[in-house]
């Protein structure tokens, strides 16, 4: 029987705080960091705790974001407990249930429209008690570019980019990113980062949130890297948040349609190159391997939106002809694609 050192410590850590006995906690996930979640019962409530080793995570941004969302009418979790030193939450149970499961039914579109309306009250959560989010500056979004080539074409792939082709790709993504309003992101805002609750949504895994460019957290929803949604219902969906965002002074009447679409594909390839070079760091460094079966996916969704234009039609070609080919998923399901 192994022992984990970090349960034990949780579990005597909550019996402290609550000042009563408690069954020990049971592992429910690990995400993509390293962070881990539990539930336990306490008074006949479930509740999750959050462990995150102080070394490897910081909990502060979390606990600042979730203060600021809250104020801001938006729904999370609630903090009940806390011990940064440790690296301990407590937090309420949101249930099991994530978007994800809602939009692979018949009421996708209703879902959606529910997870775009939180985005406006989003985008105008800028600081926190903490101070100012951090900007998505230029040398960030270049970092993150730089995750593609790094671990999905050498590490993962053994290939090589043209190093010009590549400098003018980043050129057009980083311009595209910057030149945007800039306002409140979530950054990670996707069908497995909302849950549901009866027939509302709440938001998780927002402690990574910054001043980016505003059609960052709508393509990640849209163009979910775990699930394709029909190109003609992203396009009805784009407009009616298009409107929305106009109404609420967020964008300029003056931004077009073809505008805003391009700031969405743009973008879109920017975060799917870094989504890639982190599902391939992810089994390469992390030995996590499970993201692996979403990469083909993610180099589809490139090849689809980088045929568009003349910038990123390099990069296309590159991937259709040498990418793809190799990330055949074997279990034979690349997509799971709303649109059968």
């Given at each position: 029987?192994?022992?984990?050192?970090?349960?034990?410590?949780?579990?005597q850590?909550?019996?402290?705080?609550?000042?009563?006995?408690?069954?020990?906690?049971?592992?429910?996930?690990?995400?993509?960091?390293?962070?881990?979640?539990?539930?336990?019962?306490?008074?006949?409530?479930?509740?999750?705790?959050?462990?995150?080793?102080?070394?490897?995570?910081?909990?502060?941004?979390?606990?600042?974001?979730?203060?600021?969302?809250?104020?801001?009418?938006?729904?999370?979790?609630?903090?009940?407990?806390?011990?940064?030193?440790?690296?301990?939450?407590?937090?309420?149970?949101?249930?099991?249930t994530?978007?994800?499961?809602?939009?692979?039914?018949?009421?996708?579109?209703?879902?959606?429209?529910?997870?775009?309306?939180?985005?406006?009250?989003?985008?105008?959560?800028?600081?926190t008690?903490?101070?100012?989010?951090?900007?998505?500056?230029?040398?960030?979004?270049?970092?993150?570019?730089?995750?593609?080539?790094q671990?999905?074409?050498?590490?993962?792939?053994?290939?090589?980019?043209?190093?010009?082709?590549?400098q003018?790709?980043?050129?057009?993504?980083?311009?595209?990113?910057?030149?945007?309003?800039?306002?409140?992101?979530?950054?990670?805002?996707?069908?497995?980062?909302?849950?549901?609750?009866?027939?509302?949504?709440?938001?998780?895994?927002?402690?990574?949130?910054?001043?980016?460019?505003?059609?960052?957290?709508?393509?990640?929803?849209?163009?979910?890297?775990y699930?394709?949604?029909?190109?003609?219902?992203?396009?009805?969906?784009?407009q009616?948040?298009?409107?929305?965002?106009?109404?609420?002074?967020?964008?300029?009447?003056?931004?077009?349609?073809?505008?805003?679409?391009?700031?969405?594909?743009?973008?879109?390839?920017?975060?799917?190159?870094?989504?890639?070079?982190?599902?391939?760091?992810?089994?390469?460094?992390?030995?996590?391997?499970?993201?692996?079966?979403?990469?083909?996916?993610?180099?589809n969704?490139?090849?689809?939106?980088?045929?568009?234009?003349?910038?990123?039609?390099?990069?296309?070609q590159?991937?259709?002809?040498?990418?793809?080919?190799?990330?055949?998923?074997?279990?034979?399901?690349?997509?799971?694609?709303?649109?059968?």
């Amino acid at each position: 029987m192994t022992t984990d050192p970090r349960a034990q410590r949780l579990h005597q850590w909550l019996e402290q705080i609550w000042q009563q006995p408690l069954a020990p906690p049971e592992a429910i996930f690990a995400d993509a960091s390293f962070r881990r979640y539990f539930r336990y019962q306490r008074n006949g409530v479930s509740e999750i705790a959050m462990d995150a080793p102080p070394e490897l995570e910081d909990c502060r941004p979390f606990v600042a974001m979730t203060k600021a969302l809250a104020d801001g009418g938006l729904p999370v979790p609630q903090l009940l407990a806390e011990d940064l030193q440790l690296g301990f939450l407590c937090l309420s149970d949101l249930g099991d249930t994530h978007l994800y499961a809602r939009l692979i039914e018949n009421d996708a579109q209703r879902w959606y429209q529910k997870a775009l309306a939180m985005l406006p009250a989003f985008a105008e959560i800028t600081s926190t008690v903490a101070g100012a989010l951090p900007q998505y500056s230029r040398a960030l979004l270049t970092t993150e570019l730089e995750l593609f080539p790094q671990w999905l074409l050498k590490t993962h792939l053994q290939l090589d980019v043209d190093a010009q082709m590549w400098q003018q790709l980043v050129e057009v993504l980083v311009g595209n990113a910057i030149e945007q309003p800039q306002v409140g992101v979530h950054r990670d805002f996707h069908s497995r980062n909302l849950m549901v609750i009866g027939d509302t949504l709440a938001l998780i895994d927002y402690q990574g949130a910054v001043v980016g460019p505003i059609s960052y957290d709508v393509v990640s929803l849209l163009r979910d890297c775990y699930l394709v949604l029909p190109e003609a219902q992203i396009t009805s969906l784009l407009q009616q948040h298009l409107t929305q965002l106009k109404a609420d002074g967020l964008l300029d009447e003056t931004v077009t349609q073809e505008q805003f679409q391009r700031w969405f594909d743009l973008m879109g390839m920017q975060r799917h190159l870094k989504a890639a070079g982190i599902f391939a760091r992810l089994h390469h460094r992390d030995g996590k391997s499970g993201y692996l079966a979403d990469l083909p996916r993610v180099i589809n969704y490139l090849i689809a939106v980088g045929q568009r234009y003349v910038e990123t039609q390099p990069l296309a070609q590159l991937l259709a002809q040498q990418v793809a080919p190799r990330l055949a998923n074997p279990l034979g399901e690349q997509m799971d694609d709303l649109s059968r």
